[in-house]
C-alpha cells in the first residue's frame, strides 16, 4: 500500500536540521521512494518528487519513519563521509577477493573486469592483499564482478549493522533495494570491521562533501 507523505503542518523533527533532510532525500535511490511511495510511479515522477525542495524534508521524514531520534541529538557525521556506498561496496569487494584480482591477467579479461568494477577498486584490492579473505580464486571476469559486488555489499551490510538504526538507514537508502548489504552473512560480519576500516581511511583521505 503506498505511504503518504507527512502532512505540511508536522513538527515531528523539527529540531532535525532540515539542509541535512533535504540532501538525503536528494541522495536516496528512486528504487527506496518506489517502494515507499507507490510502485506504479515512472522514474520521471519520482525524480520530480525527490528534486522538489519544497518536498525534501517531508519525503526524508517518511523515508526515516521511527528511526527518528525526536530531540535532534544523533544526526552526525556520515558513516561513509558522504560518498557513494555502491563505491565502498566496490572498494570493500576488491579487498575480499584480492587475490583472484592479482592472477586476473589477460589484457581481454582485465578489461571487462575494469569495466565492471572500475580501475579504482582493482588497484585497491590488490595493494591491500595482505587483508583478502577470499581464500578460492575466480578466473571468470564476470563472475568475479558479480562477487565482489556481492561480498562488498554484504561487507558494508554487516559493517552497518554495528552501527545505529539511524546511521544505518542513511547509508542504506542511497542503494538500490535487494543490494546483498540487506543480508549479509556470517562470514561478512566476521570480516567486515578490519576490510572497511581500510575503506574509511581511503575515503577519508579525499576532501568529504557535506554531510547527507
Same mark, same amino acid.
Not at 26 to 32: G, I, N, V
Not at 87 to 92: D, K, T
Not at 113 to 129: K, S, T, V
Given at each position: 500500500?503506498? +505511504?503518504?507523505?507527512?502532512? =505540511?503542518?508536522?513538527?515531528?523533527?523539527?529540531?532535525?536540521?532540515?539542509?541535512?533532510?533535504? %540532501?538525503? &532525500?536528494?541522495?536516496?535511490? !528512486?528504487? @527506496?521512494? =518506489?517502494?515507499?511511495?507507490?510502485?506504479?510511479?515512472?522514474?520521471? $515522477?519520482?525524480?520530480?518528487?525527490?528534486?522538489?525542495?519544497?518536498?525534501?524534508?517531508?519525503? #526524508? %521524514?517518511?523515508?526515516?519513519?521511527?528511526?527518528?531520534?525526536?530531540?535532534?541529538?544523533?544526526?552526525?557525521?556520515?558513516?561513509?563521509?558522504?560518498? /557513494?556506498?555502491?563505491?565502498?561496496?566496490?572498494?570493500?569487494?576488491?579487498?575480499?577477493?584480492?587475490?583472484?584480482?592479482?592472477?586476473?591477467?589477460?589484457?581481454?579479461?582485465? *578489461? +571487462?573486469?575494469?569495466?565492471?568494477?572500475? &580501475?579504482? &577498486?582493482? =588497484?585497491?584490492?590488490?595493494?591491500?592483499? =595482505?587483508? *583478502?579473505? *577470499?581464500?578460492?580464486?575466480? #578466473? /571468470?571476469?564476470?563472475?568475479?564482478?558479480?562477487?565482489?559486488?556481492?561480498?562488498?555489499? &554484504?561487507? !558494508?551490510?554487516?559493517?552497518?549493522?554495528?552501527?545505529?538504526?539511524?546511521?544505518?538507514?542513511?547509508?542504506?537508502? @542511497?542503494?538500490? +533495494?535487494?543490494?546483498?548489504?540487506?543480508?549479509?552473512? #556470517? %562470514?561478512?560480519?566476521?570480516?567486515?570491521?578490519?576490510?572497511?576500516?581500510?575503506?574509511?581511511?581511503?575515503?577519508? @583521505?579525499? $576532501?568529504?562533501?557535506? /554531510?547527507?
Amino acid at each position: 500500500m503506498p +505511504m503518504p507523505l507527512p502532512s =505540511a503542518g508536522s513538527h515531528t523533527w523539527s529540531e532535525w536540521p532540515s539542509e541535512g533532510l533535504r %540532501e538525503l &532525500a536528494a541522495s536516496t535511490h !528512486l528504487t @527506496r521512494f =518506489a517502494a515507499r511511495l507507490d510502485a506504479r510511479l515512472s522514474a520521471s $515522477t519520482l525524480v520530480r518528487l525527490q528534486k522538489s525542495s519544497r518536498l525534501q524534508v517531508r519525503l #526524508a %521524514e517518511m523515508l526515516l519513519g521511527n528511526e527518528m531520534d525526536s530531540n535532534g541529538r544523533n544526526w552526525g557525521d556520515d558513516l561513509l563521509l558522504g560518498h /557513494d556506498p555502491n563505491r565502498a561496496a566496490l572498494l570493500a569487494g576488491s579487498i575480499w577477493h584480492a587475490r583472484s584480482l592479482l592472477k586476473l591477467v589477460s589484457k581481454q579479461h582485465l *578489461a +571487462m573486469l575494469l569495466d565492471r568494477i572500475g &580501475a579504482e &577498486a582493482h =588497484a585497491f584490492g590488490i595493494r591491500n592483499l =595482505a587483508s *583478502a579473505v *577470499a581464500i578460492t580464486t575466480t #578466473a /571468470d571476469p564476470e563472475q568475479l564482478s558479480q562477487q565482489i559486488e556481492h561480498d562488498g555489499h &554484504a561487507c !558494508l551490510g554487516a559493517w552497518l549493522d554495528e552501527a545505529s538504526a539511524l546511521d544505518r538507514t542513511r547509508v542504506l537508502l @542511497r542503494l538500490p +533495494m535487494g543490494t546483498a548489504a540487506e543480508n549479509p552473512a #556470517a %562470514e561478512h560480519r566476521n570480516a567486515a570491521g578490519p576490510v572497511l576500516s581500510l575503506v574509511i581511511a581511503h575515503l577519508s @583521505r579525499e $576532501t568529504p562533501r557535506h /554531510d547527507s
